[in-house]
């Protein structure tokens, strides 16, 4: 079974610093993918970020970057230069193989930037 | 826009009532899902398909039905509502694609049930 866990419920940065949210997981599968999502107040789910398993670099987009540690199974996202926009609801999640490639989903932390 | 639209977007059922959330997706995807999202426990998959006329059961299916009759189209059904099913209702799709890929889900905009 696959596990996604994200430890901080809640997080505060101030604008314009960076911030880190924590996800680990477990799998047994040898391939899998990692995502993260955001889910602003409005309520919508906003992919952001994706590392594949076997990938050797981080991934990056924009002002987001995983920090991906295979062997510590974390795949923390870096928010760089955070914007008030930037508060919202964050989701680490985690695809695996097998029928459907179905997205195991933590639990959240919400990111309240501040000025 | 093309996407993910579920109907309706907010609903009020009282105990023992049934109902339908329509999700329908027009980028042809293969795969259909229906999550849950409650507070402090993410989204927790329902049931999913793989394909027209396919459905399979996901992590948390029990009091919920669904089909896939068209491609298109991915209906989620409560038989007799709980007040344990009052939650959020999220669709998404996505195409098979392959394995290393990132192939993302789509989302629709969500559905606001809620039993009293």
């Known amino acids: 079974a696959q596990k996604i866990t994200q430890t901080q419920p809640g997080m505060f940065v101030q604008e314009k610093e960076a911030v880190t949210l924590d996800c680990t997981y477990d799998?047994?599968?040898?391939?899998?993918?990692l995502f993260w999502y955001k889910q602003p107040s409005s309520g919508e789910m906003i992919f952001l970020i994706y590392q594949g398993s076997y990938d050797q670099q981080n991934a990056t987009e924009g002002r987001y970057s995983l920090n991906f540690q295979k062997a510590r199974k974390s795949a923390n996202l870096v928010i760089s230069a955070s914007q008030l926009g930037d508060s919202a609801m964050y989701f680490c999640a985690m695809r695996g193989v097998g029928t459907a490639s179905k997205l195991t989903f933590g639990t959240g932390t919400r990111l309240q930037v501040t000025l | 826009n093309a996407g993910v639209t579920q109907t309706p977007k907010f609903r009020v059922l009282k105990t023992g009532q049934s109902m339908t959330l329509l999700c329908a997706q027009d980028?042809?995807?293969?795969?259909m899902y229906w999550y849950r999202q409650d507070p402090g426990m993410g989204l927790r998959l329902i049931h999913y398909s793989v394909g027209e006329g396919t459905t399979a059961k996901g992590e948390v299916p029990d009091g919920y039905n669904v089909s896939r009759l068209k491609k298109q189209n991915f209906l989620l059904g409560l038989e007799s509502a709980a007040p344990s099913q009052t939650s959020v209702y999220f669709c998404?799709?996505?195409?098979?694609?392959?394995?290393?890929?990132?192939?993302?889900?789509?989302f629709g905009a969500g559905s606001r049930l809620t039993v009293l």
């Open positions: 799998t047994s599968d040898p391939s899998y993918g």
């Open positions: 980028m042809n995807h293969e795969y």
């Open positions: 998404a799709s996505r195409d098979p694609g392959p394995s290393s890929g990132a192939n993302v889900l789509t």
